[in-house]
């Protein structure tokens, strides 16, 4: 049998930067730090201020390998043991991460340069959530009676898959890395993460907290590039499910890769998400939820980030104002500073891209580009990855950036006269991730919601991703939903039909 140790007992690190020199160059498998079986490691870097902070174990097949046999070797107990009992170990991990909450918000800050205060600290204390969440399901892991026939005895039963391989992004890789892991542990796998190329410590922190209560195996992390790390990882013999989140081009290689084993594959890739405002809005409240659906706080890194705005012609030009005044009040800055409204861009690769789309935008014919915010004057950061956020007018739907994905604080308002015609633009993507409607006639709202074609539709709010509600994009964004108890049964558990003749 699995022994399940119990939570050691550890005072939190506080010192993000000694703690990343604490788990320089590690994977953490089969229940404790292990360095890259190749000796090879790759630096982490502090965004805001281009200085080395740590390095990442440099994994390969080989520790994918390790990784997988351990999981596989865990998980054929840790199926056995009551679901119920496996929610609430899941659920003690809730209670550890609980108490490491600050000291996650501080490391994932160092390394992505997120704002501790508007990003940092909300994603680690939603990581608590999500696996007090699924922790509370174990009980629903439970099958049907089928009225096959009166002599005989129909059943399904929910089994779990095996070896789980989770591949994680770096905008919010905590929060990711919970929706993926908890509920294929409640439903009885076992799991592997490949965290990040840019964000792998504070996902192994979380790991290594989280096998103070789990038993050894049954989690685990490695650290790596993608071909050399992630593609073993989905083409490992064990795995028998892979969830990924990333890009759309990266999507289309694991699914692929997946489909040569006719292992199943959940995508959570790219958006495009519309933002349509009407001028019957709450006109306040609008202009605020454009600053959280645009996801400023997080420098427009996210999928769900409203970088198409489509506002009604009577107020545009009143929207715009009103938006522009609205950012240049946030304070761009160090991350770990409580002050900073906006970090930077998580890396020069993606500095690069976002910047060559707004440079791109300042060139077209009639855009107007409406810088806002200030950059930080602090010396310590003039190598830091800042990029002031723009607002573009005057670009037409063909513009590339109105229809590719930046992932950068940029976005595009656009005057519409028509609901119809708005509706047409807003589904002239091969996106279809999120949307949001702004209005107070509820039934143009309800109706436009019906017919906006993307996975997730909020109307007068626009919420990031929350436990309970089903999340995941039709079209190019996806296969496949995560966050809810019915993602947790036909993503991560097989149904079996068992049949008894009673005559």
Not at 87 to 94: K, P, S, Y
């Amino acid at each position: 049998m699995l022994e399940t140790p119990h939570p050691t007992p550890a005072a939190p690190e506080l010192d993000c930067f000694a703690l990343a020199k604490q788990m320089s160059g590690l994977h953490f498998i089969g229940g404790r730090y292990v360095p890259a079986i190749s000796g090879k490691s790759f630096a982490v870097v502090n965004p805001a201020t281009g200085a080395q902070v740590a390095s990442a174990a440099e994994g390969d097949a080989a520790d994918v390998d390790a990784a997988v046999r351990d999981a596989a070797r865990a998980q054929k107990e840790w199926a056995k043991m009551p679901a119920r009992k496996r929610g609430a170990l899941v659920h003690q991990c809730a209670a550890v991460i609980r108490e490491h909450q600050e000291e996650l918000a501080r490391l994932i800050a160092l390394e992505t340069g997120k704002a501790i205060r508007t990003e940092s600290r909300v994603e680690a204390g939603t990581v608590a959530d999500i696996l007090e969440f699924f922790g509370g399901l174990g009980s629903e892991l439970k099958g049907e009676s089928v009225p096959f026939a009166p002599n005989v005895l129909s059943v399904t039963i929910r089994e779990p898959l095996g070896v789980v391989g989770a591949i994680i992004p770096w905008n919010v890789p905590m929060l990711l890395m919970a929706l993926k892991v908890a509920p294929a542990l409640v439903a009885g796998n076992s799991v592997v993460v490949k965290s990040a190329e840019e964000a792998p410590l504070a996902v192994l922190r979380i790991c290594e907290l989280m096998n103070r209560v789990l038993p050894a195996g049954v989690f685990n992390m490695v650290s790596g590039m993608g071909p050399e790390c992630g593609a073993p990882l989905v083409e490992h013999p064990l795995v028998r499910k892979v969830t990924f989140t990333g890009s759309v081009e990266t999507g289309k290689i694991v699914a692929k890769a997946a489909s040569q084993k006719l292992i199943p594959v959940t995508l959570e890739l790219g958006g495009k998400s519309p933002m349509i405002v009407f001028a019957d809005c709450d006109f306040a409240k609008t202009v605020s939820g454009a600053l959280t659906s645009m996801r400023f706080t997080r420098q427009g890194q996210s999928c769900t980030a409203a970088s198409r705005i489509y506002v009604e012609r009577p107020i545009f030009d009143a929207f715009v104002a009103e938006m522009k005044q609205a950012v240049d009040k946030m304070v761009m800055g160090d991350p770990l500073d409580e002050k900073t409204d906006i970090g930077t861009i998580i890396s020069e690769g993606q500095f690069e891209k976002v910047q060559g789309f707004i440079d791109e935008g300042r060139k077209t014919a009639g855009a107007t580009a409406h810088e806002c915010s200030a950059m930080p004057k602090d010396s310590a950061l003039k190598k830091g990855l800042f990029i002031r956020p723009v607002i573009f007018t005057g670009l037409d739907g063909n513009s590339r950036l109105v229809r590719e994905e930046i992932f950068g604080p940029v976005t595009v308002i656009q005057p519409f006269d028509d609901a119809e015609a708005v509706l047409a633009e807003a589904n002239d993507s091969e996106y279809g991730l999120a949307a949001s409607l702004w209005t107070n006639n509820l039934k143009v709202g309800l109706d436009l919601a019906h017919r906006l074609e993307a996975g997730l539709v909020q109307i007068n709010q626009n919420l990031v991703v929350q436990a309970n509600l089903s999340y995941g994009g039709v079209k190019s964004s996806g296969l496949g939903k995560e966050a809810s108890l019915e993602a947790m049964l036909e993503h991560f558990t097989a149904k079996k039909t068992i049949m008894v003749n009673m005559a």
